[in-house]
């Protein structure tokens, strides 16, 4: 978790982002509502989630987000530096649900002192049902300094 | 109760080029360590200063959504100003929509510079976009709002365009 520090040179388009699986709960749904100030009932209020159409109280969109981005941040290590990120709702999610979040490195450039990647994400159910697609802009250190 | 899409449209659209100054004040160290463990996210960068410095920050960071998912940086509002589905319907942030059911889209993030405990940060607050759409299950509104963190002194922190959906 966040220790090992991933460089450019590790990373080549194909690589993979370690896939890191999270387990919301009503308890996590709750404490992240009151961090966040988020009091839309959805997220608490199961019989009000039901009058709406939904089975249960439902994962906020920005915890589906910050899984991909911890799927991210754990992978490329401490080191590393997210400068871009993006996620899109497709599917709810609910307690109890399993969400897989993992990803592919899809481009690699030079940068000035460092190298950038790009990851496509996914999060994932348990049954494979596609809940976030995401994407990720991330500058990793070089293993050797470039010669000026 | 029936609601007419096109008046919550021109409702929202009215509101385009109008940005909203709203000041967050001083980035609270625990609020920081608390966003994180709600995520859990157990990430040392948030909580290790020592650690984070080790690694070129200058002190424990905000986990990366951090500012963008915060919903209200004010007080209220009171339980009685509240729309009947819990979200405000009159703080610096809220948008239009009662009556219709809303859902976030999702973000889009750049980063600018790292997050940490004490930084002074003010948010500029717009809608930036309404579209009308019809989807399968009939109407819906797909509202862009921007989110720009700036410190007090203007520098730009985090850029965020936010995605919700109201049917």
């Known amino acids: 978790m966040g220790q090992a520090n991933l460089f450019f040179e590790d990373v080549k388009v194909g690589t993979t982002v370690t896939p890191l699986v999270k387990r919301p709960s009503t308890v996590q749904l709750f404490r992240f509502s009151a961090m966040t100030w988020n009091s839309h009932k959805i997220h608490y209020d199961k019989p009000y989630a039901q009058s709406e159409g939904y089975p249960d109280v439902l994962v906020q969109s920005h915890l589906h987000g910050s899984f991909l981005a911890q799927a991210v941040m754990d992978w490329a290590g401490p080191s590393a ?42 999060e994932r159910n348990q049954r494979n049902q596609l809940c976030a697609p995401g994407w990720a802009r991330v500058a990793l250190a070089l293993r050797t300094e470039p010669s000026k | 109760m029936a609601i007419s899409f096109e008046t919550v449209y021109e409702q929202i659209k009215a509101l385009l080029g109008q940005t909203r100054t709203i000041p967050i004040g001083k980035i609270n160290r625990l609020d920081l360590e608390r966003f994180a463990v709600a995520v859990d996210d157990p990430n040392p960068l948030f909580f290790d200063d020592a650690f984070a410095r080790e690694h070129g920050y200058p002190g424990a960071l905000a986990p990366p959504l951090y500012l963008s998912s915060v919903l209200g940086w004010e007080a209220g509002p009171f339980e009685d100003s509240l729309r009947p589905d819990g979200t405000p319907n009159n703080d610096a942030m809220a948008v239009p929509i009662r009556g219709l059911r809303v859902m976030g889209g999702g973000q889009e993030l750049e980063f600018h510079r790292p997050v ?8 500029e607050f717009s809608v930036s976009n309404a579209e009308l759409k019809r989807g399968r ?31």
């Open chain 2, 116 to 123: 940490t405990a004490g930084m002074d940060v003010v948010m």
């Open chain 1, 81 to 122: 530096r997210m400068v871009g990120f993006r996620w899109q709702n497709r599917a709810i999610a609910c307690p109890g649900d399993v969400l897989t979040c993992a990803g592919t490195v899809v481009k690699t450039e030079m940068g000035d002192g460092c190298g950038y990647v790009e990851c496509e994400l996914e």
């Open chain 2, 137 to 167: 299950t009939g109407p819906l509104l797909v509202v862009q709002l921007k989110k720009r963190f700036l410190t007090a002194d203007g520098t730009p922190i985090v850029t965020c365009r936010e995605n919700f959906i109201a049917r």
